[in-house]
C-alpha cells in the first residue's frame, strides 16, 4: 500500500512538473515566435547586381549575375560568340562598355595598387579573376568568386564605386602573372555592373 501510494504521489508530481513546464514553454514558445518574426522582418535583402555583356559590334551576347556572399561576389555568368578554350575574366575600373575595343573600361579594378596576377607575389588587383571556358560552340556557362570585392557602397573595394565597374572578357587566357593583363589579349566582351 505504502509502494502504491509513493508511485501515486510521484506520478501526481510529474505531471505537476509537465503541466508548469509546458505551461512556461508556451509562454516562451510565443515569445520567440515574435522574436523570430521580428528577425525575419529585419532581414536584408542579398545585395545583387547585374550586368548585360556585349560583344565589340555592341550586340547581347549574354548576362552576369553577382551576389553578395560572406567571402566576396560571387558572379553567374553566361555567354556566347567566343573562341573555344580558356579567355582572361577581369573586373575593371571603369562602368563604361564601348565598342569595339571597349578601351573606356579602363585597367582592372585595382583598389589596393597590387600587380597584376594570382601567382605575382606582388598581386593580385582586386579585380583579377579566375579563367573561364568557352565549349565547342563558344559558349561559357561559370560561377566565379570574386573574394577581394564588395557590393556594399561606400567600401575601398565596392564595385558600386563612383564611377561605376565592368565585367570584361578577353580573348586569350590569362597566364595570371604578365603585366597588366595577364597577356589576356583583346578585350571580346564587356558588361558594365549595375544594381
Known sequence: MKRSYTIFIFAMFILIVGACSNSNGTEKDQNEGTAVETTVANEETPLTAHATMINTQGEKVGTAKLEQVDDGVMIFIEASGLTPGLHGFHVHEKGKCDPPDFESAGGHFNPTNKEHGFDNPKGPHAGD??????????????????????????KKNSLFKKGGTTLMIHSQLDDYKSQPAGNSGDRVSCGVIEK
Not at 131 to 151: C, F, K, P, Q, W
Open 129 to 154: 579573376l579566375p579563367n573561364i571556358e568557352a565549349d565547342e560552340e563558344g559558349y561559357v556557362r561559370a560561377e566565379v568568386l570574386a573574394n577581394m570585392v564588395t557590393l556594399e557602397k561606400g
